[in-house]
């Protein structure tokens, strides 16, 4: 049975090593991309993901028992991303992934022409989202690639839930204008239209 996070924050508190450890272990995965979401380098992300996590092992006092452990952590590991970006002095790359649906086949793979249109799209995609500002980037990823809800995502972003509606649904108003800049739903409705 998986031990909750609470439980095993208060015995880390407590002096347990190995109860953060399955903690860092939980969420080590989520907080390398939310880092390399923000740097776009996989070793200044496992370096800020790393230091985050010891960050976050010293705030454990400060922690509220009964909060959601997730949404803290990632707003400390967004921190120390962008901390480390600005003392790099480098504007961070979005590289995130966005696999192929297979299920739309169904379960089989996509005929060469489908994949290739797919990873057209997907390509476009990305650029569109690079090309967003990067609080608006981080408000797309947690919500549509790390799937958190809005209070976890409140959470994390340090904002009131409306907030955090508000900032996704500019942020998505600005996606579409890059979509649509780049001709990426022009080619769909096209495609539409011709099918």
């Known amino acids: ?6 439980v095993l924050v208060e015995q880390a508190r ?6 953060y450890g399955r903690l860092v272990e939980r969420y080590q995965e989520v907080a390398f991309r939310i880092a390399y979401l923000i740097l776009g380098d996989a070793a200044e992300a496992e370096d800020a993901a790393q230091e985050a996590f010891i960050k976050a092992y010293y705030a454990l006092p400060g922690f509220h028992i009964g909060a959601a452990f997730r949404p803290w952590l990632l707003r400390i590991v967004a921190n120390q991303a962008r901390n480390q970006r600005r003392a790099g002095g480098r504007r961070g ?24 249109v797919a990873e057209e799209r997907r390509q476009a995609l990305l650029q569109a989202i690079r090309g967003l500002r990067d609080d608006d980037r981080l408000v797309v990823a947690y919500r549509y690639f790390f799937d958190l809800s809005e209070a976890e995502m409140a959470g994390a972003l340090g904002c009131a839930r409306g907030t955090v509606k508000s900032r ?6 600005r996606l579409r204008e890059a979509v649509t800049s780049l001709g990426i739903a022009e080619a769909d409705r096209r495609e539409v239209a011709d099918g």
């Open 14 to 19: 407590g002096g347990d090593a190995s109860a």
């Open 168 to 173: 996704l649904s500019r942020a998505l108003g």
């Open 1 to 6: 049975m998986r031990e909750h996070d609470d």
């Open 93 to 116: 790359a979005l590289a995130l992934r966005v696999s192929i649906d297979e299920r739309a086949s169904g379960g089989a793979a996509p005929s060469p022409e489908v994949g290739a």
